[in-house]
């Protein structure tokens, strides 16, 4: 079975077949050349895998053989998704506070007002693609404003997002250019808050870079800065889209949650787990031989944990391709499990219960324009190209 080969469109079927046939299975993997990788697909295998500390997110536990992910400068390399403990725990305690409970509490009322402003742009009725007039632009602004980033700065984000997580085969180089183009943006943006600090987390982390070198590099400066802009946005905007589209697609379950707002807050649950922003955990390279579900992988080779698979495990969750808003869907693992479980995962639950809510208050009529709207053709991400939609205020 190849990552490569899995349908865009539909890639359960393939995570089923997996599952079915064995809990681990060494496929070629994502990225040029195919490099041969570990994926896990169980959820009880990969639920564990998430949190054991065996398995390093450093790439120097790698043999060099297999999959690394993105190859990025030192100045963005330096980030969460590379690093174990200490340095880790270390960062993470950094940023943490900008994303608990008080503060995503705090911007609950921006939010809500950001997404009013989005829907109020639409008009009262027509036909309108929400992904880049609604599920985009919500989360961008709000990350950008946490982190501080100018207005007239947003605009190529979702360019440069897009070559990276989903890249174009008809454009080999765009990847690359991507990269560039960020890493400017981020010194750049770096440099002028040093000149101009301000009421932002940015600014917070250049003051601590400042005033104690030794608790935070330039590198992880400039890598946190990068991380914090594209995982908040990159996660949300597949949440939220994915969301949308799920409810359309089961009226159903959308009457219910008309009928009774409460569910909400759970029904983001189970939309998470049902269509998670993930298919795959960032990739893991094992410090000693490990044991994965009877399987033996060596010290050194990459290991992809299947998120997508584990959250549609009949094992743990019942009749799990069905969506049910009512379900339990606590412990599913659309945003991680351990100690790199999602910095942003407060934030990004409260951004998409908010955007729905603010979409089905304003638009009682609201409908699928097309049957088969368009997934991203990534191995990685599972995210909507877009999402046509007819809608009516009354």
């Not at 398995?55 to 690093?83: C, E, H, I, V, W």
């Given at each position: 079975m190849?990552?490569?080969?899995?349908?865009?469109?539909?890639?359960?079927?393939?995570?089923?077949?997996?599952?079915?046939a064995?809990?681990?299975?060494?496929?070629?993997?994502?990225?040029?050349?195919?490099?041969?990788?570990w994926l896990?697909?169980r959820?009880?295998?990969v639920?564990?895998?998430?949190a054991d500390?065996?398995?390093s997110?450093d790439?120097?536990?790698?043999?060099?053989?297999?999959?690394?992910?993105?190859?990025?400068p030192?100045?963005?390399?330096?980030n969460?998704?590379?690093m174990?403990?200490?340095?880790?725990?270390?960062?993470?305690?950094?940023?943490?506070?900008?994303?608990?409970?008080?503060?995503?509490?705090?911007?609950?009322?921006?939010v809500?007002?950001?997404?009013?402003?989005?829907?109020?742009?639409?008009?009262?009725?027509?036909?309108?693609?929400?992904?880049?007039?609604?599920?985009a632009?919500?989360?961008?602004?709000?990350?950008?404003?946490?982190?501080?980033?100018?207005e007239e700065?947003?605009t190529d984000?979702?360019?440069?997002?897009?070559?990276?997580?989903?890249?174009?085969?008809?454009?080999?180089?765009?990847?690359k250019?991507?990269?560039g183009?960020?890493?400017?943006?981020?010194?750049?943006?770096?440099?002028?808050k040093?000149?101009?600090?301000?009421?932002?987390?940015?600014?917070?982390?250049?003051?601590?870079?400042?005033?104690?070198g030794?608790?935070?590099?330039?590198?992880?400066l400039?890598?946190?800065?990068?991380?914090?802009?594209?995982?908040?946005?990159?996660?949300?905007?597949?949440?939220i889209?994915?969301?949308?589209?799920?409810?359309?697609?089961?009226?159903?379950?959308?009457a219910?949650?008309r009928?009774?707002?409460?569910?909400?807050?759970?029904?983001?649950?189970?939309?998470?787990?049902?269509?998670?922003?993930?298919?795959?955990?960032?990739?893991?390279f094992?410090?000693?031989?490990?044991?994965?579900?009877?399987?033996?992988?060596?010290?050194?080779?990459t290991?992809l944990?299947?998120?997508?698979?584990?959250?549609?495990?009949?094992?743990?969750?019942?009749?799990?391709?069905l969506?049910?808003?009512?379900?339990?869907?606590?412990?599913?693992?659309a945003?991680?499990?351990?100690?790199?479980?999602?910095?942003?995962?407060?934030?990004?639950?409260?951004?998409?219960?908010?955007?729905?809510?603010?979409l089905?208050?304003?638009?009682?009529e609201?409908?699928?324009?097309?049957?088969?709207?368009?997934?991203r053709p990534?191995?990685?991400?599972?995210?909507?190209?877009?999402?046509?939609?007819?809608?009516?205020?009354?």
């Amino acid at each position: 079975m190849n990552l490569q080969g899995e349908s865009v469109d539909d890639p359960h079927a393939t995570n089923r077949q997996l599952r079915d046939a064995a809990p681990v299975h060494r496929v070629p993997g994502p990225g040029p050349g195919g490099r041969p990788v570990w994926l896990v697909t169980r959820y009880d295998d990969v639920r564990a895998a998430l949190a054991d500390p065996r398995l390093s997110l450093d790439k120097k536990s790698s043999t060099g053989g297999g999959y690394q992910g993105f190859s990025l400068p030192p100045a963005l390399d330096a980030n969460l998704l590379n690093m174990d403990p200490p340095d880790h725990t270390r960062l993470r305690g950094l940023v943490g506070r900008a994303f608990g409970p008080r503060r995503v509490a705090e911007l609950r009322a921006p939010v809500r007002r950001t997404a009013d402003r989005l829907l109020d742009a639409l008009g009262p009725d027509g036909t309108a693609d929400l992904i880049p007039a609604y599920a985009a632009p919500l989360p961008i602004t709000v990350i950008c404003e946490l982190l501080g980033v100018p207005e007239e700065r947003r605009t190529d984000f979702r360019a440069w997002t897009d070559a990276l997580v989903a890249p174009d085969p008809a454009r080999p180089g765009a990847a690359k250019e991507a990269v560039g183009a960020m890493l400017a943006f981020f010194v750049e943006l770096v440099a002028h808050k040093r000149r101009h600090p301000a009421d932002d987390l940015l600014s917070d982390l250049i003051a601590v870079r400042d005033t104690d070198g030794d608790r935070l590099s330039e590198d992880e400066l400039v890598s946190l800065a990068f991380l914090i802009l594209i995982a908040g946005y990159e996660n949300t905007v597949q949440l939220i889209g994915n969301a949308v589209h799920s409810l359309l697609s089961h009226p159903e379950q959308l009457a219910r949650l008309r009928r009774d707002p409460s569910k909400l807050p759970a029904a983001v649950e189970e939309l998470a787990r049902h269509e998670g922003p993930a298919l795959v955990a960032i990739r893991r390279f094992p410090t000693t031989d490990v044991s994965i579900g009877g399987t033996t992988v060596p010290a050194g080779e990459t290991v992809l944990l299947s998120l997508a698979a584990a959250n549609r495990d009949p094992a743990r969750f019942d009749r799990p391709d069905l969506l049910d808003i009512d379900r339990d869907a606590s412990g599913h693992l659309a945003l991680g499990h351990g100690i790199h479980y999602c910095l942003g995962a407060p934030l990004a639950r409260a951004e998409t219960e908010i955007a729905l809510a603010a979409l089905l208050d304003r638009f009682p009529e609201l409908h699928l324009a097309a049957p088969h709207p368009r997934w991203r053709p990534s191995t990685r991400a599972r995210g909507l190209v877009e999402l046509p939609v007819s809608y009516r205020t009354t």
